[in-house]
């Protein structure tokens, strides 16, 4: 019976969307209808409301939509969607400052000569706005209000007009910052703790190991993310349109003739095109460029965005009108300001220790206020005029109330869909086709596209996403990262925009389109667009380095960076280093044998036998490599002929655990009603026996079609891999044994000067020490005690110091044994100063060396993060996708 309500939940929420019932109540309410229907059948035929729910009951699920809404949106944490408004806000307000007009003239102008000129123009201006308004409807009307008409007068085709303009009014869907890319991140944020859950549960199952490598853990994603990894199939698509219009332009110039231009291309016309394009690629700039150096959030970007855009919008309606430029001379100036003085002089209020800082808060106070009145300015302008500031800000309240109310809504209606075991029938299905990921994964593309004909792309975001996101995401076979994934569904939601017979960017550019222009010419004229989308789909799929590798780089190269012992990298970071290994083989062993020429003896024991110890360690390096790559070869070399036995194999297990699970729920049923007595319905009663029956003999067909010599392949095949990590593990700890002692001894020996200017200190407290009061003289031992142990190797004299402090401290002081300590402590100092200045002269310079050309080597794993030049090789492996499925 759960099957019937979930095709019932399906059939009312497809009639109330397709009869253009609003989305924010379909959803909600199909969920409702159809969990009550549920409750009372099971009531009325049952006895009990609960018995038609794939588990729990309705009061539970009518509730659980509210419940995980608030769960994840309550959360401090989960922040993502404060995003929203202020893009939308960003947006709206430029639309209505009319940049798009100034730029799709002035683009005409520029490129009209070339053939196709004005269709390169519009997708040119089509990416400017994307990467600023991000707001289709708007574009689209924009674009088919002032350039359709000169397409036309030109003698353009009406489908090539059309088509370019409502495919480049899409390109905002998915060139960031773009809403639906913030939508699917907040989605992914939730699938990828799923899909880790499965992943972990998967792997303990089939391993019998509690606990998995985080390395095979599900990679998470957040909007800044989706941002950067859409930014270069974003512009691979733009040049994709352009590249379409110039062929066509070539091949049949009477569909896109060349427009010249009337005036002349003097520098008047080079400073009003510049004019009108540093506005728009400035705050692009701004907003992207913060968030890719790491300097904002995607909120604070769209904060960034929001105010940028409030200045210009000032400034454009204002005209031509004297003074137009002074709001945004004045932030101009003052952020410049600010700039100056963060970099001169680093402002901290907690710290202020001089005049010069007292000087650069002053300045940075003032040119703070200056750039607060320069956005009041521009603010009341957008107030003043027009009620811009009125009507965006109305505009931005019920885009941004949408967007959540269907979010609560699709909470709700997905609560529902699992109710009636809606998530696993899609599971079970999804792993039983043929082919592993990329066959779901194609048909997963499949479905989107095809609802994209009837559905908006924010209720393909929150119903699908949510569904379909965590059964991908969990298969280790292809290992695709969230941003990835996100990527290629919103390239595809993308498509949405343009097929009829719903179509968004069509109905918007039919409402201001001449009637000379006919539908069926718009229609024809997507269709080379949507086949370049899906040709861009295909392509970003077969590389994924488009997508990772920008997140990837502003993740390694970032303030904030993951040290090199994160256990995602450690795979990319052998790899780097062992091609080092082979191309530096004789310079490393060199290097190796002439650290071993320096002279240790006067370097204390336990440090100069550690020392000694690790250019054997690393000289042992290269024989662990090799080891690695003869059991990584082995394991390549095995892999051929064992995958097929092994995805057949897990294949069959996995309908196993599908039919034990069917017998589990048939069971229990069965146990509700021998429990109910004499009220049991013994027909009911033997129809689930006999199902139980039939599941089992199924269950026993299964497992006698796993191959008799699995168990002694696997376990083969296990015993490689097992060798193979504990070589790579072995070289690990090799090459930390190898690095540390050298730059501990580097520290040590460098802090020597540190060491020397408390000798002062150490010796004045020796002489005053006698004559002190006990209080006074445990806080003095504790200062000194304090200073001592900032100065690296120093611990055995800081220790003596806090054996003195507490002879002092006690009911019964005891000045004597607290002075023996001291004398002992002095005693030490005076032995470790002698050696430390020693080696600072005739060691130093040598372990520095040495350390300096093992370090992006052996030494790598021991940065304290990871060193730039390194990070920009490992962009382009963790960049990719590995198959980790064997370990399953």
């Known amino acids: 019976m759960e099957l019937v309500f979930l095709c019932l939940l399906i059939a009312i929420m497809a009639t109330a969307l397709g009869s253009g019932f609003p989305v924010a109540f379909a959803l909600p309410g199909s969920a409702i209808i159809t969990i009550g229907a549920a409750a009372l059948c099971g009531y009325v035929f049952a006895g009990d409301s609960s018995a038609y729910f794939a588990q729990g009951g309705p009061v539970e699920w009518l509730t659980a939509g509210v419940t995980n809404f608030r769960g994840i949106y309550w959360e401090v944490e989960r922040d993502t969607l404060i995003a929203i408004p202020l893009f939308v806000f960003m947006g709206i307000m430029l639309q209505r400052s009319r940049i798009a007009e100034d730029l799709l003239v002035t683009m005409a102008q520029l490129f009209g000569p070339i053939p196709g000129g004005l269709g390169i123009s519009v997708v040119f201006v089509g990416a400017l706005l994307a990467a600023t308004t991000g707001i289709v409807g708007a574009t689209v009307v924009a674009m088919g209000l002032i350039s359709l008409p000169a397409m036309m007068r030109h003698k353009y085709s009406p489908s090539l007009a059309t088509g370019t303009i409502a ?82 332009s070539v091949m049949r110039p009477k569909l896109a003739p060349a427009v010249h231009f009337e005036g002349k291309y003097d520098f008047r016309f080079a400073l009003r095109v510049l004019m009108i394009l540093v506005p728009p690629l400035t705050l692009i700039f701004v907003v992207l460029g913060s968030i890719i150096s790491g300097i904002a959030t995607v909120n604070q970007a769209g904060a960034i965005g929001a105010v940028g855009a409030t200045i210009m919008a000032g400034v454009r309606l204002h005209g031509d009108k004297p003074g137009a430029f002074h709001p945004a001379a004045l932030a101009i100036v003052s952020i410049a300001v600010l700039v100056i003085i963060v970099n001169v002089s680093p402002i901290n ?306 309908d196993v655990r599908s039919t034990e699970a069917k017998l589990a729920e048939l069971q229990g049923d069965l146990g509700r009603l021998k429990g109910a007595g004499a009220d049991v319905d013994e027909g009911q009663l033997r129809a689930i026996e006999e199902e139980i029956g039939e599941l089992e003999s199924e269950r026993d067909e299964l497992r006698a079609k796993i191959p008799v010599e699995w168990e002694d392949r696997h376990k083969a095949f296990r015993s490689l891999q097992t060798a193979e990590e504990k070589a790579r593990t072995s070289y690990r700890r090799n090459s ?133 030049e390194q990070a920009l090789e490992l962009v382009g492996c963790t960049a990719k996708h590995r198959d980790i499925s064997l370990y399953f």
Not at 199 to 224: H, I
Not at 834 to 839: E, G, H, P, T, Y
Request: charge should be neutral; glycine fraction near 6%; charged fraction near 20%.
């Open 167 to 248: 495919a480049s009014g899409t390109l905002g869907q998915i060139i960031p910052p773009s809403i639906v890319l913030i939508i699917l991140a907040d989605q992914l944020a939730s699938a990828v703790d799923q899909a880790s859950a499965g992943r972990k549960s998967l792997y303990r199952e089939l391993t019998g190991q509690f606990s998995m490598p985080s390395s095979f853990d599900a990679v998470s994603t957040s909007a800044g993310d989706m941002f950067m990894g859409a930014f270069v199939p974003g512009l691979v698509l733009v040049a994709m349109y352009m590249v379409f219009i110039l062929v066509v």
């Open 349 to 654: 209020v907690k710290n202020i220790q001089g005049t010069g800082d007292v000087i650069a808060l002053i300045l940075a106070a003032i040119a703070t206020l200056a750039f607060l009145v320069s956005l009041a300015w521009a603010g009341w302008r957008t107030f003043k005029i027009e009620n811009t500031l009125v009507s965006v800000m109305v505009e931005t309240a019920k885009t941004s109330s949408l967007v959540f109310i269907i979010l609560l809504g699709a909470a709700m209606l997905t609560a529902a869909f699992r109710a009636f075991g809606g998530e696993e029938l899609v599971r079970d299905y999804l792993t039983a086709l043929p082919g592993g990921f990329w066959s779901q994964f194609i048909i997963v593309m499949a479905v989107i596209f095809i609802l994209g004909f009837f559905l908006d792309f924010i209720e393909i975001a929150v119903v699908v996403v949510p569904i379909v996101a965590p059964i991908l995401l969990t298969d280790p076979s292809a290992n695709v990262t969230a941003v990835w994934l996100g990527v290629m569904i919103g390239l595809n939601i993308q498509t949405s925009f343009l097929t009829p017979p719903f179509g968004f960017a069509l109905f918007y550019l039919r409402g201001v389109a001449p009637a000379a222009v006919k539908t069926i010419q718009m229609y024809k004229g997507v269709i080379a667009f949507i086949i370049l989308q899906l040709l861009a789909l295909g392509f970003v799929a077969v590389n994924p380095s488009l997508v990772n590798w920008l997140p990837n780089r502003i993740w390694l190269t970032a303030e904030t960076a993951p040290p090199p012992l994160n256990p995602r990298l450690q795979h990319c970071i052998e790899d780097y280093a062992f091609a080092e290994y082979r191309k530096r083989h004789d310079d490393l062993r060199a290097v190796i044998a002439s650290a071993r020429g320096l002279d240790l003896s006067y370097v204390p024991g336990k440090l100069q036998k550690d020392v000694a110890g690790s250019f054997d360690q690393a000289e042992r390096t290269f024989a662990l490599v090799e080891q690695v790559d003869k059991t990584a070869a082995a394991v390549e070399s095995a892999t051929a002929d064992y995958r097929p036995l092994h995805v057949e194999v897990r294949a069959i297990q996995r």
């Open 736 to 868: 930390d044994d190898a690095y540390t002692p050298v730059r501990q001894l580097i520290d040590i020996v460098a802090d020597g000067d540190r060491l020397a200017a408390l000798e002062a200190e150490l010796l004045g407290l020796r002489e005053s020490l006698p004559g002190m009061e006990p209080a006074s003289g445990v806080d003095a031992l504790a200062d000194m005690a304090k200073a001592v142990g900032g100065v690296a190797g120093a611990k055995a004299i800081r220790s003596d110091l806090s054996s003195a402090r507490r002879a002092l401290r006690g009911k019964q002081p005891d000045m004597d044994k607290a002075l023996a300590k001291y004398d002992s402590a002095v005693k030490k100092y005076r032995k470790e100063l002698v050696w430390r200045q020693r080696a600072a002269k005739d060691l130093l310079p040598g372990l520095e060396k040495y350390e300096a050309s093992i370090r992006d080597t052996i030494g790598l794993r021991q940065q304290p993060r990871m060193p730039r």
